[in-house]
């Protein structure tokens, strides 16, 4: 298996990506190619090293910046690092690809190259998020915006496989996201999908609401990107704040410094709880290979649980399972 | 000034209700009146010895719990103590009101009873949560889903003048929750808000996002309800499950309680910076007159702050600056 990782994207590119790709071709049964300034790859991989055959190289003397305008930049940039690994899973030279660049030029290349899988109106990004309960998806955690109920149900179906296949996850409980938790309560979209998704073959637990996510009352969390995206940063926004308060109330005098000496184990097991990184990236779903998107801050530790994801990713099977599953619309508006 | 109190709603009534007011009128130089069983509430009131004649009594036989459809429900009883509350206000018999119980049968008592300050589309609520840099507002925090781009400019201009006369900040940044920070971001919703916003009387900041929240960049962060909703309880509920996990680091052990002894200053005022009964009530703007929502959960202690909140809202005349400075839409749709 050959896993395509974009080197040039994210905080922490290109020493990050090639990092954690030697560290992964000694821990897993992989091969790794990594997209990009070729020179520089290869004089990072020799710092660490390594001298095998599982790590190769592809040229994209171009990359494209958190603040370039996505679909644009990926039509017009054809030698941008993120456009040429899209380039090679498509053309089959690699089983999966990673990036931690542009969210939306990910996005982009996904759809625009790699293309959707027959019967998928739109592809969605799918994020695990900590909970009380463990990790839970929240699906769409930002792809799209002003979604039709058509498009939820087929976020569900998805994010139920995955959640079966990778996260190996029995009977997943899918809840759609409202302001309340009563059948009825809702806005347009929320309540029109409601049936739809009580209808459907997935385990549909009903409207859950925000106090949920962390609570982790459903597995899958289903979404309007919109929304999915305003939950997410809410989340990341808030663990921020905690940890920066506790951080100034354990460094404040020589007590609270002791106290933190006390209870160091159990802070960091709870910090490890609440660490993104420990849970890989997220897997665009409905695209005709996988396609998967690391954190932008993502250091070596975090890439490394993205490359285990995006294997597991493709040993499962899980876009086979979503061509078999996903509903198809009748009016043809699928393609 | 007397502030009518629905002593009937929330999840600690009539005991604390009964128990704030009892503190508030030796606090503030102010009348109340308790609404709800008057046998009931008087014997509550004589546990605290108190005997003055600064609290008096309104008869209402009937409460409505928080399973029941609020505007059918306000409809049809009466004799339920949101709905006789809400017609004191109306008739003048005191000049604010206050409840703890079902949110949407007392948006419904203001909207269907007190009614809308004349150009108002819809009335919103108002919330503020804690953020690193103190309270800031979010607006609508769940009194309507599926608004317009007029909605959410009047919501701006509401939140804007609230902050500006009760909470004294000085000219306070607004910002529209979007899924992204640059122009452009949004559903079709923000998108078309943006540039209203822009060209209102507001010191509009443009899009913010989830993450600002708690880092607190607007003073003012204006969406719909649904958004609003989800924001509100993905923050409650990750408080929740924060304050349960840091509980139990520190109740693992001998040494761990030792611990919580030398960092109690540090995390008892952080507790208190993250604690929405400092910040009382949500009022909801909008209304002819002050319509205050207190938290369900709220205690005696988050209860008087929420009167006192009541009372600026009645001292600081924010009703007249809405009726003067809300945008009215030349079509008529207002009324």
Same mark, same amino acid.
């Given at each position: 298996?050959?896993?395509?990782? %974009? @080197? /040039?994207?994210?905080?922490?590119?290109?020493? *990050?990506?090639?990092? =954690?790709?030697? $560290?992964? +071709?000694?821990?897993?049964?992989?091969?790794?190619?990594?997209?990009?300034?070729?020179?520089?790859?290869?004089?990072?991989?020799?710092?660490?090293?390594?001298?095998?055959?599982?790590?190769?190289?592809?040229?994209?003397?171009?990359?494209?910046?958190?603040?370039?305008?996505?679909?644009?930049?990926?039509?017009?940039?054809?030698?941008?690092?993120?456009?040429?690994?899209?380039?090679?899973?498509?053309?089959?030279?690699? %089983? @999966? /690809?990673?990036?931690?660049?542009?969210?939306? *030029?990910?996005?982009? =290349?996904?759809? $625009?190259? +790699?293309?959707?899988?027959?019967?998928?109106?739109?592809?969605?990004?799918?994020?695990?998020?900590?909970?009380?309960?463990?990790?839970?998806?929240?699906?769409?955690?930002?792809?799209?915006?002003?979604?039709?109920?058509?498009?939820?149900?087929?976020?569900?179906?998805?994010?139920?496989?995955?959640?079966?296949?990778?996260?190996?996850?029995?009977?997943?409980?899918?809840?759609?996201?409202?302001?309340?938790?009563?059948?009825?309560?809702?806005?347009?979209?929320?309540?029109?999908?409601?049936?739809?998704?009580?209808?459907?073959?997935?385990?549909?637990?009903?409207?859950?609401?925000?106090?949920?996510?962390?609570?982790?009352?459903?597995?899958?969390?289903?979404?309007?990107?919109?929304?999915?995206?305003?939950?997410?940063?809410?989340?990341?926004?808030?663990?921020?704040?905690?940890?920066?308060?506790?951080?100034?109330?354990?460094?404040?005098?020589?007590?609270?410094?002791?106290?933190?000496?006390?209870?160091?184990?159990?802070?960091?097991?709870?910090?490890?709880?609440?660490?993104?990184?420990?849970?890989?990236?997220?897997?665009?779903?409905?695209?005709?290979?996988?396609?998967?998107?690391?954190?932008?801050?993502?250091?070596?530790?975090?890439?490394?649980?993205?490359?285990?994801?995006?294997?597991?990713?493709?040993?499962?099977?899980?876009?086979?399972?979503?061509?078999?599953?996903?509903?198809?619309?009748?009016?043809?508006?699928?393609?």
């Amino acid at each position: 298996m050959k896993i395509i990782i %974009d @080197a /040039m994207g994210g905080d922490n590119a290109p020493q *990050a990506p090639v990092h =954690a790709a030697v $560290l992964a +071709v000694q821990e897993m049964d992989i091969e790794i190619t990594l997209v990009g300034d070729v020179e520089l790859l290869m004089a990072e991989v020799n710092k660490y090293g390594y001298k095998g055959r599982r790590i190769t190289y592809a040229r994209a003397d171009d990359v494209i910046s958190n603040h370039e305008e996505p679909a644009k930049a990926v039509r017009s940039k054809k030698n941008a690092s993120v456009v040429v690994a899209a380039n090679l899973l498509k053309n089959g030279d690699g %089983d @999966a /690809m990673l990036s931690m660049g542009n969210t939306g *030029a990910l996005l982009a =290349a996904g759809l $625009l190259i +790699v293309g959707r899988i027959k019967g998928v109106i739109r592809p969605a990004i799918a994020t695990l998020l900590p909970s009380a309960k463990g990790p839970k998806m929240l699906i769409d955690a930002g792809a799209n915006t002003n979604c039709k109920p058509e498009n939820l149900v087929q976020f569900a179906t998805m994010g139920d496989i995955y959640m079966k296949k990778v996260l190996k996850t029995d009977n997943p409980t899918v809840g759609i996201i409202s302001n309340g938790e009563e059948e009825g309560k809702g806005d347009e979209l929320t309540k029109e999908t409601f049936p739809m998704l009580k209808a459907s073959n997935v385990n549909f637990i009903g409207n859950i609401e925000g106090r949920d996510v962390m609570e982790g009352t459903a597995d899958v969390m289903v979404c309007d990107g919109f929304v999915g995206n305003v939950i997410l940063k809410t989340v990341e926004g808030m663990g921020h704040v905690v940890s920066q308060k506790v951080r100034e109330i354990f460094e404040k005098n020589i007590f609270t410094k002791f106290a933190a000496v006390l209870a160091m184990k159990g802070i960091r097991s709870f910090k490890q709880s609440m660490d993104y990184r420990e849970y890989g990236g997220a897997p665009l779903l409905g695209t005709k290979k996988p396609v998967i998107k690391g954190h932008g801050s993502s250091d070596a530790k975090a890439i490394v649980s993205a490359i285990y994801q995006a294997k597991k990713f493709v040993e499962t099977d899980v876009i086979k399972s979503i061509e078999k599953n996903v509903t198809v619309m009748e009016d043809g508006i699928n393609d």
